[in-house]
């Protein structure tokens, strides 16, 4: 692409909504892996790399790793890596294996899904893998009663391609503008025929690819690679764009973040107390499940342990006691907090 | 979601229970987790369907 191309692109994106922050996926470039950087055939519906969801629901068993294979010459130091550990060579009708990004209805509010003057938006990534074929994009809302599948192809093994595509507004439906799902942009690489529907149209079930979808299960030598996953108003992809790590991370951090925080505990005649307050980094999307990962212990505060706590999105307090005195003691706790949505 | 273990917890003011059902302690895919009595909570929404199907129970706080 000239520098000229990208300069008349990125004019028509800031005619559209803007030259920065104009990507409604947040770590598109991978980069942001809080929750750890390999999982093992994930759960169903559960988190990997940060904003990046899996449906793993299928007889194979897929690793998803924090990979450095990237585009050469394009900027990205990471990618999203799949690699097929199990095969599953028949995918029954019920069975999927695909990876999503909910986008907040309060980002996504910026489309005008629902009504009429509901905007185009233009889908760009990077992907590779030695499985070439067809693979389905799909956009749904949180109903899962709009989808939107696209198909796109791989067509030269173990290569980077840049896709990228548009889906016009859904002037229909209902599309939270909220701090729930406002719109779920997912990638299938294997599903069943469930959830096979009708490409380059809105359908009204819950559907996100075609028959003609590849089955990357197929083989325990299957593996697929994305990254540079942009989301943008508009009708030309633009390059992809670039934030410093902080700005992902703090973007992230609204969804899942990490704290470390010490703990206080005091004898209290015939009582033992101990408290401990922890501010977020930034609001979260909503209060937070709380675990407690790791940090010192004792047999009044085990690894486990919070005792009461009391949380919004903001932040959370701890408050322990016990009928048993001692001396006064300090512990280390470190934790998670997910507001996944 | 793999839920079990769930109980709630109290909320005292004064040695009293002002709030029986303050949050929810449960174990979840093998994890121990505090969850907020929040419908936007993925987790709070999943115990709930779970007990409406059935399949959970939450024991009141101790």
């Known amino acids: 692409m000239s520098r000229a191309r990208d300069f008349a692109d990125l004019a028509g994106s800031a005619n559209a909504g803007g030259l920065t922050g104009r990507n409604l996926i947040i770590n598109g ?10 999982f093992a055939n994930p759960s169903d519906d559960t988190y990997t790399l940060d904003r990046i969801h899996v449906f793993n629901g299928n007889d194979g068993a897929t690793t998803i790793t924090q990979d ?12 999203i890596k799949f690699d097929c550990t199990t095969l599953d060579g028949t995918i029954a009708a ?20 629902g009504a009429s003057g509901a905007k185009s938006i233009v889908v760009s990534f990077y992907a590779k893998s030695n499985l070439t074929g067809k693979f389905c994009y799909a956009v749904r809302n949180s109903a899962t009663n709009r989808a939107y599948i696209k198909e796109f192809s791989l067509t030269s093994a173990n290569t980077w391609e ?8 859904d002037t229909s439906g209902t599309w939270l503008t909220t701090n729930g799902i406002g719109a779920i942009h997912g990638i299938s690489l294997s599903m069943g025929s469930t959830y096979h529907g009708t490409a380059n149209q809105w359908n009204t079930s819950n559907v996100v ?3 003609n979808q590849v089955n990357f299960l197929s083989s325990t030598d299957n593996e697929f690679f994305l990254t540079g996953w942009q989301v943008e108003v508009g009708q030309t992809a633009t390059p992809f764009e670039h934030e410093d790590i902080g700005t992902t991370l703090r973007k992230c951090q609204r969804y899942f973040c990490t704290w470390n925080t010490g703990w206080t505990g005091v004898s209290a005649g015939i009582s033992y107390q101990q408290s401990s307050s922890v501010s977020l980094p930034v609001k979260m999307n909503h209060t937070p499940d709380l675990v407690r990962t790791g940090g010192t212990t004792s047999t009044r505060y085990p690894s486990s342990n919070f005792g009461t706590f009391h949380a919004n999105s903001d932040g959370f307090s701890s408050f322990n006691a016990s009928a048993s005195t001692g001396g006064n003691e300090s512990w280390q706790a470190t934790g998670t907090a997910d507001s996944e949505i | 979601m793999n839920i079990t273990n769930a109980q709630y917890q109290s909320l005292k003011t004064d040695d009293v229970v002002v709030e029986a059902k303050h949050n929810i302690v449960a174990i979840i895919n093998g994890v121990k987790t505090f969850v907020p009595i929040d419908p936007a909570s993925r987790s709070y929404a999943e115990i709930m369907r779970q007990v409406a199907a059935g399949d959970l129970t939450i024991e009141t706080a101790d």
Do not use: C, D, H, W
Request: charged share 10%.
């Open chain 1, 94 to 113: 019920g069975q999927y294996l695909s990876f999503n990004q909910r986008i907040e209805g309060l980002n996504n509010a910026v489309l005008g899904y």
């Open chain 1, 209 to 211: 690819a075609t028959s």
């Open chain 1, 162 to 169: 840049r896709i990228s595509f548009t889906i016009p507004g």
């Open chain 1, 29 to 38: 470039a991978m980069k942001v892996a809080q929750r750890g950087t390999s």
């Open chain 1, 68 to 79: 450095t294979t990237v585009p050469s010459g394009e900027g990205f130091y990471n990618s």
